[in-house]
T-cell receptor, first 114, second 112 residues
Framework: KNQVEQSPQSLIILEGKNCTLQCNYTVSPFSNLRWYKQDTGRGPVSLTIMTFSENTKSNGRYTATLDADTKQSSLHITASQLSDSASYICVVSDRGSTLGRLYFGRGTQLTVWP | EADIYQTPRYLVIGTGKKITLECSQTMGHDKMYWYQQDPGMELHLIHYSYGVNSTEKGDLSSESTVSRIRTEHFPLTLESARPSHTSQYLC???????????FGPGTRLTVT
């Protein structure tokens, strides 16, 4: 069964600290992996997209890594800010359909305290 | 920021009412999607469209229906709302290639 599991479910950190969010998936075949940021009451916004051949991608203070062999990804946030408080969702796309089927994790709820 | 819009943003309605959730995008994307999301849960695909006059049901069974008469417009309709329809509904559109999806702000629906 194709699944995307994220950990931790929730995380609280102090402003200025770093943190790493984890994503494990069993989706096969694999096309790409995305990390989205979803603010409360808003739609998800894409942070990074990585294909099979990419093992790291950065977007400002966000750095995503991908190990396609172990089917694991991480999202590292550097020097956190209050505005980083949001849900971070890992999404994996398969290449088994013309639609490019997406499998969503439940997200990690990050809270940054001042 | 993506040019995809949803209205209304919030809706509280009584059981049995007919409602239409609007979604429009100005990016010329062929593919559009509707997702349902409950608090703390993952997004579930309920409808999608490859283009004009194309609509398909997603993974999660839904009593809603959709139409795609124009490329930019993908409304979702519930003929008779029930409390079990209470949820957040997210519309998205995507380009070809990597199929990156751009999401709208969502409609928070509450059926009393």
């Amino acid at each position: 069964k194709n699944q995307v599991e994220q950990s931790p479910q929730s995380l609280i950190i102090l402003e200025g600290k770093n943190c790493t969010l984890q994503c494990n998936y069993t989706v096969s075949p694999f096309s790409n992996l995305r990390w989205y940021k979803q603010d409360t009451g808003r739609g998800p916004v894409s942070l990074t997209i990585m294909t099979f051949s990419e093992n790291t991608k950065s977007n400002g203070r966000y750095t995503a890594t991908l190990d396609a062999d172990t089917k694991q990804s991480s999202l590292h946030i550097t020097a956190s800010q209050l505005s980083d408080s949001a849900s971070y969702i890992c999404v994996v796309s398969d290449r088994g359909s013309t639609l490019g089927r997406l499998y969503f994790g439940r997200g990690t709820q990050l809270t940054v305290w001042p | 920021e993506a040019d995809i819009y949803q209205t209304p943003r919030y809706l509280v309605i009584g059981t049995g009412k007919k409602i239409t959730l609007e979604c429009s995008q100005t990016m010329g994307h062929d593919k559009m999607y509707w997702y349902q999301q409950d608090p703390g849960m993952e997004l579930h695909l309920i409808h999608y469209s490859y283009g004009v006059n194309s609509t398909e049901k997603g993974d999660l069974s839904s009593e809603s229906t959709v139409s795609r008469i124009r490329t930019e417009h993908f409304p979702l309709t519930l003929e008779s709302a029930r409390p079990s329809h209470t949820s957040q509904y997210l519309c998205a559109s995507s380009t070809r290639g990597l199929d990156e999806q751009y999401f709208g702000p969502g409609t928070r629906l509450t059926v009393t």
